[in-house]
C-alpha cells in the first residue's frame, strides 16, 4: 500500500464508488501482516516511499511464496533479491505472475498502473564490465519496480574509456547515476567529475586475488575525491536502487 493508491481508495469512498466495509477490507492488514515465519511491514511504502522486498537468499521458495502471495494482496510492487534460478521455478510455479530475472536473480512484479509521473527524470545505470552486469542489473530493475524510468550503459569501463565518453548525451540527461564497478573501482570518481548530478557507487566483488572481495574497489571509492558521489555497500544494487529512487523522488 504506497500513498497513491491509499489517495485513490479514499477518493473511491468519498464518491461513493467504494463501500465503506470494502475499504476496511483492504486496509485490514495495515500496518502489518504475520504470516507463517514472517511479519510483512505493508504500511513501510506510506511511510518512506520504498515497499518491503523479500531478501531470497536466506529464505525457502515456500517461504518467497508466502510473503509475496500477502503482498501481492496490497496491489504494491513485489521484488525478491537474491533469488537462485532453483528457487525462481518453484516460485513461478506457484505465482506465475511474477517475473524472473537470471542476472539479476531477482523475482518481481510490478503493477501495470504504476506511475512515473511522480519522479523527477531518469535514472541512469553504468556498469564498468559485463561481469559486473549482474549487479547493475539488480539496481536497474529495483528502480524501475519503484516507477523510475532506467537507462543502462553497460560495459563502460576506464579500461576503455571512449565507450563512456562517447555516450556522454546519457550522462548529461539523468536526474541520478549509478555507477558499478569492480576491480579497483575508478569509474565511479571519472563520472562524477563529468556530471553535476548525484553520483551513487556500487564495490562489486568482481576482481582478482588483491580485490579481497571487493574491498579493494570499496576503499577506492570511499577515497575519491569526486564531489557529490556517495558509496553503498559492496554488490548492493538494490540499495544504490533504494537511494536513487529517494533523490528522484517528487514530494
Known sequence: ???????????????????????????RHLPSES?????????RSLRTGIPEVIYGASKTSEQIITIAEAMLRQSGPVLATRVCTDKADTVLKALPQLKYNQDAQMLYYQPPEKAFQYK???ILVISAGTSDNGVAEEASLTAECFGNTVSRLYDAGVAGLH????????????????????MEGALPSVVGGLVSCPVIAVPTSVGYGASFGGIAALLG??????????VVNIDN???????AD?????K
Not at 504470516?35 to 504500511?43: M, S
Open 35 to 43: 504470516v507463517v515465519d514472517a511479519c510483512i511491514d505493508h504500511q
Open 120 to 122: 523527477r527524470g531518469t
Open 163 to 182: 565507450r563512456l565518453l562517447s555516450r556522454q548525451n546519457l550522462l548529461h540527461e539523468a536526474t541520478v547515476i549509478i555507477v558499478v564497478a569492480g
Open 221 to 230: 571509492m570511499l577515497n575519491s575525491c569526486a564531489p557529490g558521489m556517495a
Open 237 to 243: 544494487g538494490f540499495g544504490a536502487a533504494c537511494m
Open 1 to 27: 500500500m504506497d500513498t497513491e493508491t491509499l489517495k485513490e481508495l479514499l477518493t473511491q469512498v468519498q464518491q461513493g464508488n467504494c463501500l465503506v466495509d470494502d475499504a476496511v477490507d483492504k486496509l
Open 246 to 250: 529517494a533523490i528522484n523522488r517528487i
